[in-house]
Structures are given as C-alpha cells and as structure tokens.
C-alpha cells in the first residue's frame, strides 16, 4: 500500500510546475495519518465541508477488483448525493464508513450497465440492511423511471414479504421517486445546487454530467463522454473537474484488436483520450483535475502530460478530495 501510494503521488506530480501546485492550493496527504482509522473514513468533517470521495473508479462492463464500477459520491456538509452505482458501489461506501441506508439521492449519468448494475443492492439492501425510511430519489435520463419500476416489480416478492408479511419494514423506505430529466438545474436545496448538463457519449444519448456547486465552490463530473463543448462550457471556474479516459494506446496494442477493430474503435471514439482529456484540462484550468472511470496507468499520466501541465490526479478507489480553500487529496489507507 505504501508503494502505491507514494507511485500515485509521485505520477500526480508529474511535470508539474510547483508554483501551480501552491497557486491551486492542491494538497497530497497520506490517509493514514489522522482521518483514517482501520480503514475506515472518521466522519469528523466540519459540518460545512464540501467532499468527493470516488468510490469505484473502473471503466466498462468487465469485473475490475482494483477498481469498482463506476460511482462518486460527494457530501456538501450533511447532505449526500451518490452519482452512478456500479458495481461494488455498497461495498466500498461502507468501506468509506458511510451506512448505505443513508444514501437517499442518486443521480445517473446514463443507462450503461457499469453505471446502474448494483441499483438494486442500494435499493433493497439501503433498506431492509441498511434501514432506510424515507423515500429513495433518483434523476437520470429518459429511461430511468421505467428502469426503476422495473427493479421494483424484479423484487416484488422479496419486498411484499420484508414490508407486509415478516419483518414489516416501513413502505416508505422501499418507496422509490425517480425523475427523467433534461439539462438544467435538477436540485437546488439546502445551499447546494447540482446541474446537469448534456455530454457526448456517441449513440448512448442523453447523457449527463454533473455540476455540483456548494459554498462558493464547485465539482464537475463528466460521466461517459469524448470532448464535449458542452462540458468545457458548464465547467468554466469549477474547482475540481473529475473527468473519464480511455486509453486508446493500450486497447490498439492488445493482440485481440485486429479482430474486433471495428467494435474497439466505436468505444474509443465514445469516449476521451488522454491528450484530449488534457486539452479539456488546459481549457478549463480547474484546481485539480482528476481521472475516473478510467485506467489506473502511468501511461495514462504521461499522454495527458503532452497536453496539460497543472495539477492531476489519477483514478484510485476511496480517494477523497476536501474543496474549501484549499483542495486536499487523500489516498485510503486499507
Ligand atoms: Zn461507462
Ligand atoms: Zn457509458
């Protein structure tokens, strides 16, 4: 664990010019010191603290166990909000001591399988685990109410049973409000506003990213998409910008492209190189710039270095970044 950690340090601070660093206010510590403990987060935040903790940072239907399925989430003082629920999605926000059946709203970036595979964990296990009493929310693209209903009717008997028969867990906590949303203001309460705004995920249409402003200060996530003005736009003087990659270098090299050339290059033109994530990087000139739903690789760090040189920070599971004056970055210690 140390030698990854001082490896992720050390490639985040690649080519990067100190002055920058100190003018950002970017901040690396080592979990283990103080707001760690046996794994799990201390929730000892001041009650205004703006936190993102990336919780799996995996790209792509295949089971990844370094790196989870997608999903963020981000706690604006005592509100949480969970973006994208992969796979392992409860497993690591237990892992972050966050109890599952806190987690009430869910927004989704779009419909793909690695960013909505472990809804039904959340939705029943938040509450028949996890004992959720109010309504579970959630926002996502045309489709999702639908999906919702589905998991619903899916699990109607493991519901029928916990809320009427046996264990008589309260309905309202099993209750699911979902809404198909457009681009635009989509929250905007207790001081803290999330914006979705349309991304270009190829055909996977509408997708979203998400802005989530509280304080004063600001997170951008991009959700599935390849350079898209449209988030260039919606970013403008966000302080951290936490952005997809795929890394096209790498799929081109592996001996089973030249058969499947044509299917390979339909995912990477749906998504974000390393040089133009870079670029998107260098357009929006956000304090830290950081990589999910991407691979967890140097040569990821290297390409975007041709294109950006500010602070960047690389896809690790459980890394939390505190936005205030200053943006610290804590890596998990496991
Ligand atoms: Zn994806
Ligand atoms: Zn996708």
Not at 164 to 177: A, F, Q, R, S, Y
Not at 205 to 228: C, E, I, K, N
Not at 277 to 297: C, D, I, M, Q, T
Request: aromatic share 8%; net charge negative; glycine share 10%.
């Amino acid at each position: 664990m140390i030698k990854g950690l001082f490896f992720a340090v050390s490639v985040a601070c690649l080519a990067l010019p100190l002055e920058w660093s100190s003018q950002a206010g970017v901040r690396w510590t080592d979990a283990g010191s103080g707001s760690m403990r046996g794994g799990a987060v201390v929730q000892s935040a001041p009650a205004d603290s703006f936190k993102v903790v990336l919780l799996g940072t995996g790209g792509g239907p295949p089971v990844n166990l370094q790196q989870f399925g997608a999903s963020i989430l981000v706690e604006a003082g005592s509100e949480r909000f969970l973006f994208d629920c992969g796979r392992g999605t409860t497993q690591r926000l237990t892992q972050a001591g966050v109890p599952i059946g806190s987690i009430s709203r869910l927004f989704l970036t779009h419909l793909h399988s690695d960013h909505v595979i472990q809804i039904p964990d959340l939705v029943l296990t938040g509450w028949a685990g996890g004992g959720r009493t109010i309504p579970l929310e959630v926002w996502g693209p045309d489709g999702t109410r639908d999906m919702m209903d589905h998991i619903q009717q899916a699990f109607a008997f493991d519901i029928h049973v916990r809320r009427d028969v046996d264990e008589k867990l309260p309905g309202e906590g099993i209750t699911v409000v979902s809404h198909d949303i457009k681009q635009g203001i989509v929250f905007d309460e207790h001081g803290v506003k999330v914006t979705a705004f349309l991304v270009d995920h190829g055909p996977v249409q509408p997708a979203f990213g998400y802005r989530v402003d509280y304080r004063g200060h600001s997170v951008v996530l991009s959700g599935d998409t390849r350079v898209s003005e449209n988030l260039i736009r919606f970013a403008q003087g966000v302080d951290v910008l936490v952005h997809e990659v795929v890394d096209a270098v790498a799929i081109r090299a592996r001996p089973t492209y030249p058969a499947n050339r044509e299917r390979m290059e339909s995912i990477i033109a749906h998504h974000t190189t390393p040089e133009q994530a870079g670029e998107v990087f260098s357009r929006v000139k956000p304090r830290l710039a950081v990589y999910s739903h991407a691979p967890n690789s140097e040569a990821v760090m290297t390409q975007t270095r041709k294109t950006y040189a500010g602070p960047l920070q690389g896809p690790e599971d459980l890394l939390t970044i505190e936005i205030g004056e200053k943006v610290e970055v804590r890596h998990f210690a496991r």
